[in-house]
């Protein structure tokens, strides 16, 4: 597991910094009316990291809990279109940062103990932790217009 920590705080750190220099301008640009922008992309990432930060701790108490989102409609119904970007740049920060601190936490057993995310099959709280970290990777090239990091 501090191998994936270790992961999760070079990406806070690398991209925080990335993200704070693209222009409000390119944060709001819809690239189709029906797409999400790059502000509603990373509000996606909020989103996202809210959702772990609750698999990561009730899966420590819950015996497989089954804790799903519908991502359009969190995006949406957030409204992250109209946030100042700053705003959410520091959220997505701070939430991955009490990531790190929650998966620092957890013990070598307690990481295998597993979550229901909607797949097939439950997964180890440590798999769904790199699992995350591909997750953030694959937007965060996209809001960077960065090379394209496949995510299944």
């Not at 946030?83 to 959410?88: A, F, I, K, N, S």
Request: charged content about 20%.
């Amino acid at each position: 597991m501090q191998a994936t920590i270790d992961h999760l705080q070079q990406i806070i750190r690398i991209y925080s910094r990335r993200m704070e220099a693209l222009s409000a301008e390119a944060y709001i640009r819809k690239p189709l009316p029906e797409k999400w922008s790059k502000q509603e992309m990373l509000g996606h990432l909020i989103d996202s990291a809210q959702n772990n930060i609750r698999r990561f701790i009730v899966a420590q108490y819950e015996e497989t809990p089954a804790i799903l989102y519908q991502q359009d409609e969190w995006v949406e119904l957030n409204g992250y279109q109209g946030y100042p970007v700053g705003d959410l740049i520091a959220l997505w920060r701070l939430l991955n940062l009490q990531i790190c601190r929650i998966l620092s936490n957890m013990s070598p057993e307690t990481a295998q103990r597993k979550c229901f995310m909607g797949g097939q099959e439950p997964q180890a709280l440590e798999w769904v932790a790199a699992d995350y970290c591909n997750h953030l990777l694959h937007h965060l090239h996209q809001i960077l217009d960065l090379a394209p990091i496949a995510y299944p």
